[in-house]
C-alpha cells in the first residue's frame, strides 16, 4: 500500500513541472505554428540560471526562479524576433530554425558553464515529510515547493488566458490565426508574446528542478520528447488537453517505471502516444482540423 | 680619465647578479622543457567532459601534479640521460569512434609512449590500433582485456572485482543483514558490476530481493528507489554508476526515508552528497575508494609516495574534484616511470617487459600479482589487496584491507556463474 500511495506522490510532483513545459509548448505552437523543438533549452537554460544566481552567487532561491523566467523569457522574444519571426509563413523553416536555435543554446551552455559533472545545486528545503503520518511515504520538501510553484504558474497562465483581453487574444489567435488577423490583432506581437510566456515557462519549470534533477548542457533532451508526447496525446492546440495529458502521461509513466522498468515505461509511453493518435487522432481534447 | 664599458669588477658582480635572478627565478615555477633536453610524452586518452568525465578529468589533473614532480625532481632517468616528462590529452567523450581518432593522433603524430585510458565503452577500436602498433595502454576496466589485448595492462584498478571486499567485510561486520536490492545503471559499468555483486552477495548468504537495471537516460530517479525500498532490503547496493547518479540515488534514499545500509562501488564528491542529505544518513556507508589522506594509506606495504601530500597538493591545485580514480592515473604512470627506469629505456616494449618481469608488480595497495588468464584470458591485470571504505563522521575511510585473489580462490566459480548470466 505504501509503495503505492508513494508512487502516487512521485508521479503528482512529476507531473507539475511535465505540464508547466507542456503548457508553453502549445501556446508557442498555437500562436506561432511553429514546433519548437528548442523548448527543452529554454528547460534548460532556466535551470542554469537558477545554478548561477542561486547556488554560484547566493541570491535566494524563489529570486532566481524569478529571474530565470524573466531571463529565458527575453532569450525566447530575442529567438522570435530574429529568428522565427523572419520564417513566419514557413513552417518547416520555423521548424529547422528551432532545431539550431537548440544547439546553439546547448553549445553557449557548455561553452559557459563546462560538460562536467552536474552542477551541484543544494536544495532549498532539504529532507521530506511523512504524508498524513503514514511513515512509509514521504514527500521531499523541495519536490512540494516545486509541484506548489508549478500549479501557481499554471493556475495563474490560465486566469491570464481566461481573464485578460490579451489572453482571449492569444486563445483567438491560437484558434485561427487569419481570424485573429482579421479583427485587427497583430499576429507578429502576439507571436512575441506568446514566445516569450511559453519560454518564461520553460524557464521556470527548469528552474524549479534545478535541485531536483542533473543539471547539464543536455537536460533538454528528454524533456521535450516528454513534452511533445503530452502535447499529442492532449490535443496539438489545447491548453487543457497538455495539462491533463502531462497528468495522466505522468502517471502512467511513473507507475509503469516503478512495477516494470524505466526503459519499458518510456517504450509503452511512446505506444500510448500511438495509440490515441490511432483512436482520437486529434488528441484527448484537439478539435480536428477543417479541411 | 674615465674608463669605457664594464670593468672586470662590474662585470662580474652584474653576471653574478643575473645568474643568481635567473637561478631565483627558477625555484617554484613549473618545469618548461627547454629545446636541448629530452621529452618523453605520455598520452591520455579519456572522457574530459561528459557525464564519464568524472572519472578521467581529475585523473588527468593529477598526471599533470604527477609529472610536474618528476621534472622538478630532474625527471626519469634513462641511462646517461634524463627525460623531462609531458602529458598530451585528447577528449574522446567517451565516444568509440573519437577515440580511435583520438589514439591514431597520440601514437602517430604526438609519438608518445604510453597511453593511459579510463577504458570501457571507448576502449575497443582504440586498444585494437594500441595492439598493432605494439604500443603499451593502460584501463581502469580490466573487462577491456582480451586474449589478443597483448599490451593492454589493468595495473591500477580491476573494476568490478574489488566490490566482493565490501561485501564480505559487511557480511563479517554486520551479520544481521540478510537482502539486499541493487539497482544498475544499464550499460557495461553496470552489467560486469551486477554480476560480481550478486556473486559477493550469494557467497556472503544475502538473498537478492531486488535486481533492475535503469536506463541512463534516466532523469527522475524516485521510481527506481521507491521500487528497491518496496522489497524492504537490508542493504541497498548501487553497483557502479556514474557520480551523478549515485548522488541522485543517494539524495532519493534520503528523501524516501531509508535508514539501511547502502553499498556502492563509488561514492565520488561524497561531501556534496552529505550537503544534500546529511552526515548521519551516509554514516556507514560502505564503498571502494579511499581519499588519500587517509593515515591507512601510510601503511609500508603502500606502493605510492607520500599519498597524504599528494591529497593536499591535488586539493590546492584543483579544490573540490577529488574522484574515485584521482590516484590511479598518476600511480599507474608511477609504475610506468620505474619499469623505464628499470629497463633503461621508455619504448612501450621494453617497459612493458620490464612490468610484467617475475610476475608481480607494484601495485599502490600492496605488492601483486598478474593474474586475469581465467577470467579475461590474459594475464595482464595487477590484482591484490584492495580497501573496504566507509564513511565515518562524514568522511571516507579504510576499514581494512582485504585480497582479492583470496575471494577468487574460495567463490571463483560464483562469479563465473553469474558473468555467464548476465552475458
Known amino acids: 500500500m505504501d509503495t503505492v500511495v508513494q508512487t502516487l506522490v512521485n508521479a503528482l510532483m512529476q507531473s507539475s513541472f511535465v505540464a508547466l513545459m507542456a503548457v508553453g509548448l502549445v501556446l508557442i505552437f498555437g500562436v506561432m505554428r511553429v514546433i519548437n523543438f528548442a523548448h527543452g533549452e529554454f528547460y534548460m537554460a532556466g535551470a542554469y540560471v537558477v545554478f548561477w544566481l542561486y547556488a554560484q552567487h547566493d541570491l535566494p532561491f524563489f529570486a532566481a526562479v524569478v529571474a530565470a523566467m524573466i531571463i529565458v523569457g527575453i532569450i525566447g522574444l530575442i529567438i522570435e524576433q530574429l529568428l522565427f519571426k523572419p520564417m513566419r509563413e514557413n513552417p518547416l523553416g520555423g521548424l529547422i530554425m528551432s532545431i539550431g536555435v537548440l544547439f546553439i543554446l546547448q553549445v553557449l551552455a557548455a561553452v559557459t558553464f563546462g560538460v562536467g559533472l552536474m552542477k551541484h545545486i543544494p536544495p532549498l528545503y532539504p529532507g521530506a515529510t511523512p504524508l498524513f503520518g503514514m511513515d512509509g511515504v514521504s514527500v521531499p520538501w523541495q519536490r512540494l515547493v516545486a509541484f506548489g510553484i508549478a500549479v501557481l504558474l499554471l493556475i495563474g497562465f490560465w486566469l491570464f488566458l481566461k481573464r485578460t483581453r490579451l489572453g482571449w487574444a492569444l486563445r483567438a489567435c491560437a484558434q485561427d490565426r487569419e481570424a485573429a488577423a482579421l479583427q485587427g490583432m497583430s499576429i507578429n506581437r502576439l507571436a512575441l508574446i506568446a514566445m516569450g510566456l511559453g519560454a518564461g515557462l520553460a524557464g521556470a519549470a527548469g528552474a524549479i528542478m534545478a535541485p531536483l534533477v542533473r543539471v547539464y548542457p543536455y537536460i533538454g533532451g528528454p524533456v521535450i520528447v516528454t513534452a511533445f508526447i503530452v502535447i499529442v496525446v492532449g490535443g496539438i492546440g489545447s491548453l487543457e488537453g497538455a495539462v491533463l495529458a502531462a497528468v495522466l502521461y505522468t502517471f502512467f509513466h511513473t507507475f509503469v517505471a516503478t512495477y516494470l522498468d524505466g526503459t519499458i515505461a518510456s517504450i509503452l509511453g511512446l505506444l500510448l502516444m500511438l495509440l490515441v493518435l490511432i483512436v482520437r487522432p486529434a488528441g484527448l481534447l484537439g478539435k480536428g482540423e477543417k479541411v | ?423
Not at chain 2, 44 to 71: H, K, S
Not at chain 2, 81 to 94: G, L, R, T
Not at chain 2, 362 to 384: C, S, T
Open chain 2, 1 to 423: 680619465m674615465a674608463k669605457k664599458g664594464f670593468t672586470r669588477r662590474q662585470f662580474t658582480g652584474t653576471a653574478a647578479a643575473a645568474a643568481g635572478a635567473v637561478a631565483a627565478s627558477s625555484f617554484g615555477a613549473p618545469y618548461v622543457a627547454r629545446g636541448a633536453e629530452k621529452v618523453v610524452k605520455l598520452g591520455f586518452l579519456g572522457p574530459l567532459t561528459g557525464e564519464v568525465a568524472g572519472w578521467a578529468l581529475p585523473g588527468r589533473n593529477a598526471c599533470l601534479i604527477w609529472a610536474d614532480q618528476v621534472n622538478a625532481a630532474g625527471g626519469i632517468k634513462i641511462g646517461d640521460d634524463n627525460y623531462m616528462v609531458e602529458i598530451v590529452s585528447y577528449d574522446n567523450e567517451y565516444l568509440t569512434d573519437k577515440s580511435l581518432i583520438g589514439a591514431k593522433k597520440l601514437v602517430l603524430e604526438d609519438e608518445v609512449k604510453l597511453v593511459l585510458m579510463l577504458g570501457g565503452t571507448d576502449a575497443p577500436a582504440a586498444v585494437q590500433f594500441f595492439t598493432k602498433q605494439k604500443m603499451l595502454s593502460t584501463t581502469l576496466l580490466p573487462s577491456d582485456l582480451t586474449p589478443d589485448t597483448l599490451y593492454h595492462l589493468a595495473p591500477a584498478e580491476v573494476h568490478p572485482l574489488y566490490n566482493v571486499t565490501g561485501v564480505e567485510w559487511l557480511a563479517e561486520n554486520r551479520p544481521e543483514l540478510k537482502t539486499a536490492a541493487i539497482c544498475a545503471q544499464d550499460d557495461e559499468l553496470g552489467w560486469p558490476s551486477v554480476a560480481t555483486y550478486l556473486a559477493a552477495f550469494e557467497a556472503a548468504g544475502i538473498d537478492v530481493v531486488y535486481n533492475k537495471y535503469f536506463d541512463i537516460a534516466t532523469t527522475d530517479f524516485a521510481p527506481v528507489v521507491t521500487a528497491m525500498l518496496a522489497e524492504n532490503p537490508d542493504i541497498v547496493c548501487l553497483d557502479t554508476a556514474y557520480p551523478d547518479f549515485v548522488n541522485l540515488l543517494c539524495e532519493q534514499l534520503f528523501l524516501q526515508d531509508y535508514k539501511g545500509q547502502i553499498i556502492s562501488c563509488t561514492l565520488d564528491f561524497y561531501g556534496r552528497i552529505i550537503e544534500k542529505t546529511s552526515t548521519e544518513f551516509l554514516e556507514g556507508l560502505i564503498f571502494q575508494f579511499p581519499d588519500f589522506d587517509d593515515p591507512a594509506m601510510n601503511e609500508p606495504h603502500i606502493n605510492f609516495e607520500n599519498p597524504n601530500e599528494f591529497f593536499v597538493n591535488y586539493n590546492e591545485r584543483f579544490p573540490d574534484a577529488w574522484s574515485a580514480v584521482t590516484w590511479e592515473y598518476p600511480a599507474i604512470a608511477e609504475m610506468w616511470r620505474l619499469a623505464a627506469e628499470k629497463a633503461g629505456s621508455v619504448e612501450p616494449m621494453d617497459v612493458f617487459a620490464a612490468l610484467k618481469e617475475g610476475g608481480r608488480g607494484p601495485h599502490v595497495f600492496g605488492d601483486a600479482d598478474w593474474w586475469g588468464e581465467e577470467l579475461w584470458g590474459i594475464d595482464n591485470a595487477l590484482v591484490g589487496n584492495w580497501p573496504v571504505v566507509q564513511i565515518q563522521n562524514g568522511k571516507a575511510t579504510i576499514v581494512e584491507y582485504r585480497n582479492i585473489i583470496d575471494w577468487w580462490n574460495k567463490h571463483g566459480e560464483l562469479l563465473k556463474k553469474h558473468t555467464a548470466e548476465q552475458g
